[in-house]
Structure formats: structure tokens, C-alpha cells
């Protein structure tokens, strides 16, 4: 009985190798029917670029205020009373949680 089955072995096998494959490629990790949540995580993605480069972009203007060449009163004096937890006398000073 063996003997008959022979032949057939080797197509049967391919035939398995193949339904794996096929299988995976639906349902794996980057599977076909995993669209909607590679899509949805590539929109969660654009956003936090999106809020990302505008804090970048605040970031650098707030540095070049900063800088030698182009200080700006205002800020440095805003920076040390932070840091140094100085205010001055006629200031309102609202406490805040980190």
C-alpha cells in the first residue's frame, strides 16, 4: 500500500508546504487581513510626527532666542527665575503640577 502511495508523497507535501505559506500570508503578522491595523498604526504614526515636528519646531526657535548672537531678554530672564526659583516681587506666581 505504501508502494502505491508513493508517487504521491512528494505532491502532497508541496501541496502542505504550500496551504502553510498561504495561510500565513492572510493571517501573519503582515498578513493581508492585518491591513486595518498596519493602517491604523501608520495614521497614529502621522500624528505623533505631525505634534513632534511642531514641539521640534518651538524647540529650535526657543534655542535660537538663547543664543549669543540674538538674545532675547525676556526668555533668559523667564529661564533663570525658573531654574534659580527666584520671582519677582510684583509677579503673580501660579503653582502648577509637573
Known amino acids: 500500500m505504501l508502494a502505491r502511495l508513493?508517487?504521491?508523497i512528494s505532491t502532497a507535501a508541496l501541496?502542505?508546504?504550500i496551504f502553510y505559506f498561504g495561510v500565513h500570508a492572510f493571517t501573519g503578522e503582515g498578513g493581508l487581513l492585518r491591513s486595518n491595523?498596519?493602517?491604523a498604526t501608520l495614521v497614529a504614526k502621522n500624528q505623533e510626527l505631525a505634534r513632534l515636528a511642531?514641539?521640534?519646531h518651538d524647540l529650535e526657535v526657543r534655542a535660537q532666542l538663547l543664543r549669543?548672537?540674538?538674545l532675547s531678554a525676556d526668555l533668559l530672564e523667564e529661564r533663570a527665575s525658573s531654574i534659580l526659583g527666584f520671582?519677582?516681587?510684583?509677579?503673580?506666581v501660579i503653582r502648577?503640577?509637573?
Not at 520671582?87 to 503673580?92: E, I, L, N, Q, V
Open 54 to 56: 511642531v514641539e521640534r
Open 6 to 8: 508513493r508517487p504521491y
Open 68 to 70: 549669543d548672537t540674538s
Open 96 to 98: 502648577m503640577l509637573p
Open 37 to 39: 491595523l498596519r493602517d
Open 87 to 92: 520671582a519677582d516681587p510684583r509677579d503673580y
Open 15 to 17: 501541496a502542505l508546504l
